[in-house]
């Protein structure tokens, strides 16, 4: 169960280690941590958390208009998956062209909110700041301040930022400079995502396709996910050399441009959708990521501060390094940071 912490000046806001962000990489941290006897609070700045392993439910459509599937290669995340196709959140997908792939059933999300479970997180909270103070009775012995959007400050002595690198790097500038660097040698490419509606169900040749070229990238059926319903909802997402042209135009001209490359790919006409709307993802994939020997946490007598995510790949247990490409490279990064404050409060 998800605790909600009262944005006031109380001890509430004080915590022994923060993790910012409740993607993969925020929650592995904090399942592997609580695991060791340790509780976390987690920040999270969205309204739902699983980062880009993101669902929305709109008008009665189901979108999955973040990470399309999951892989899994090395043995924890291949437990964890196990896990969660038990509790009946993931199922094996091969529509997406992949025998190893799962889908959520029928939200990706679902991963995520199995993942945690038990773990205490606080959402629409934004940390806007971050900076080092003397430890005092003030501040609970806890030397990072992290300033939040509604005004509230949390204090505490151990710290992980699992967010994009480039909201890493601004919220390290001053705590953790060398980590700020690190995170600026990073680089994404972006990516426009369009839902749209239908009030019948498509006739379609290929409910989901992969096409890295023109405007589409990727392309789904709702429908015919594991566990979905008969709603006709269709999620487009478009190529990187696209979304990188078509970065700051209006979101109604990427839905048409998108429904028309669609429309012509499959070869059918469609119907005016009931819904439709675009999302737009300016760090949906790691182009260049770091290299796993890069610098990675920083310790003092007082504190800790630690990176993670996918853009920040750690190597699995079957000795191969991530290029930050799958959601598993976040997942193992995660691991990565918990492993790493646990040895130092061992």
């Not at 919220?171 to 839902?195: E, G, I, N």
């Not at 999620?235 to 012509?264: G, R, V, W, Y």
């Not at 499959?266 to 770091?290: E, F, G």
Request: aromatic content about 6%; some cysteine.
């Amino acid at each position: 169960m998800q605790l909600a912490i009262p944005p006031d000046d109380t001890p509430a806001n004080s915590a022994e280690i923060v993790i910012i962000g409740s993607g993969l990489a925020g929650l592995a941290a904090g399942q592997l941590l609580q695991k060791s006897g340790q509780n976390a609070l987690i920040l999270d700045k969205g309204r739902r958390l699983g980062g880009r392993m993101s669902t929305r439910r709109a008008d009665g459509f189901l979108f999955n208009h973040g990470a399309q599937f999951v892989t899994a290669r090395s043995a924890a995340f291949i437990a964890i998956c196990a896990h969660a196709v038990e509790a009946g959140q993931l199922a094996k997908w091969p529509l997406a062209g992949r025998a190893d792939a799962f889908s959520g059933t029928p939200a990706m999300r679902g991963l995520a909110e199995f993942m945690a479970e038990g773990l205490t997180i606080r959402q629409q909270a934004e940390v806007q700041n971050i900076t080092r103070v003397k430890p005092s009775p003030k501040t609970h012995n806890n030397p990072l301040q992290l300033q939040l959007a509604d005004g509230t400050v949390v204090t505490c002595r151990h710290l992980i930022v699992t967010c994009p690198a480039p909201q890493t790097a601004r919220l390290l500038r001053k705590a953790a400079p060398d980590l700020s660097a690190c995170a600026k040698q990073v680089f994404y490419a972006p990516c426009w995502t369009v839902m749209a509606g239908f009030p019948s169900p498509l006739e379609l040749r290929r409910p989901v396709t992969h096409t890295p070229k023109g405007p589409i990238g990727w392309a789904t059926y709702e429908p015919v996910r594991p566990g979905a319903s008969q709603t006709a909802a269709l999620t487009l997402h478009a190529t990187a050399d696209f979304s990188k042209a078509h970065l700051e135009a209006m979101p109604a001209d990427i839905c048409n441009q998108l429904l028309a490359a669609f429309a012509e790919q499959q070869n059918v006409p469609l119907p005016h959708p009931s819904y439709l709307t675009a999302h737009r993802w300016r760090y949906a994939k790691v182009d260049r990521a770091c290299s796993p020997d890069d610098l990675f946490h920083i310790t003092d007598e007082c504190s800790s501060i630690i990176v993670a995510g996918d853009w920040h790949p750690a190597q699995g247990d079957d000795g191969r390094s991530g290029k930050g490409t799958r959601a598993e490279d976040a997942f193992l990064s995660g691991l990565r940071a918990a492993r790493q404050l646990n040895a130092q409060l061992a």
